[in-house]
């Protein structure tokens, strides 16, 4: 009899603990991207693809349902990528629209499109103005633990479109294109209030 009842207080714990998070609600969020931003191409040089390196993200978010839910995120994003001793810095605003289902407890899987702003980009510190696009659109999708208030998410992002950016270097001899399209792991720890 004692088992079944300390069984029954630690199922009534963990459902506590869980179900602090499951609703509706928004706060704040960060965490850190281990990303590469594609290919880098030269006219005088192969193709070389990106040395993957870890930025940082910080944002807000509202979530809307709890089985079924609905979250919407606003981020800041700083991500970086190497290509032989230069990098291509990016800053960008992220705006993810993300519809998730609550498998079991605490944990849960989303998907849906992400929207980008890029805000800045430098390659080996110069600024360049030229990216076809400022707004490109990806995918993203992963899965969450979420505790009382706390939530830690974990999940992939890629770039739809080609979204190429072109200077020269070396007094106009190399033409250089660098696809700056997201792909990356993001991981993420939020905080309802």
Same mark, same amino acid.
């Given at each position: #009899?004692?088992?079944?009842?300390? #069984?029954?207080?630690? +199922?009534?714990?963990?459902?506590?603990?869980?179900?602090? $998070?499951?609703?509706?609600?928004?706060? !704040? &969020?960060?965490?850190?991207?281990?990303? @590469?931003?594609? @290919?880098?191409?030269?006219?005088? %040089?192969?193709?070389?693809?990106?040395?993957?390196?870890?930025?940082?993200?910080?944002? +807000?978010?509202?979530?809307?349902?709890?089985? /079924?839910? *609905?979250?919407?995120?606003?981020?800041?994003? &700083?991500?970086?990528?190497?290509?032989?001793?230069? =990098?291509?810095?990016?800053?960008?605003?992220?705006?993810?629209?993300? +519809?998730? *289902?609550?498998?079991?407890?605490?944990?849960?899987?989303?998907?849906?499109?992400? *929207?980008?702003?890029?805000?800045?980009?430098?390659?080996?510190?110069?600024?360049?103005?030229?990216? %076809?696009?400022?707004?490109? #659109?990806?995918?993203? *999708?992963?899965?969450?633990?979420? !505790?009382?208030? !706390?939530?830690?998410?974990?999940?992939?992002?890629?770039?739809? =479109?080609?979204?190429?950016?072109?200077?020269? @270097? =070396?007094?106009?001899? =190399?033409? +250089?294109?660098?696809?700056?399209?997201?792909? $990356? /792991?993001?991981?993420?720890?939020?905080? &309802?209030?």
């Amino acid at each position: #009899m004692k088992k079944i009842i300390i #069984m029954l207080c630690i +199922v009534v714990g963990a459902l506590q603990l869980t179900s602090a $998070q499951s609703g509706s609600g928004y706060g !704040i &969020k960060g965490g850190l991207n281990y990303s @590469s931003n594609g @290919s880098y191409i030269s006219s005088a %040089e192969q193709i070389k693809h990106s040395d993957r390196n870890i930025g940082f993200h910080l944002g +807000v978010f509202a979530k809307f349902g709890s089985k /079924l839910y *609905f979250k919407p995120e606003l981020m800041y994003t &700083k991500t970086s990528s190497e290509y032989n001793n230069a =990098n291509l810095d990016i800053q960008k605003i992220d705006l993810p629209a993300l +519809v998730g *289902f609550r498998l079991i407890g605490p944990l849960s899987v989303f998907a849906g499109p992400s *929207f980008q702003y890029i805000i800045d980009s430098k390659f080996d510190d110069i600024d360049y103005d030229n990216i %076809e696009e400022d707004i490109s #659109m990806g995918l993203n *999708f992963g899965f969450a633990l979420n !505790i009382r208030s !706390i939530g830690i998410d974990l999940r992939y992002e890629r770039g739809f =479109n080609t979204n190429e950016t072109d200077f020269i @270097s =070396n007094n106009g001899l =190399n033409i +250089v294109k660098i696809d700056s399209r997201p792909d $990356q /792991l993001i991981l993420s720890l939020s905080l &309802k209030i």
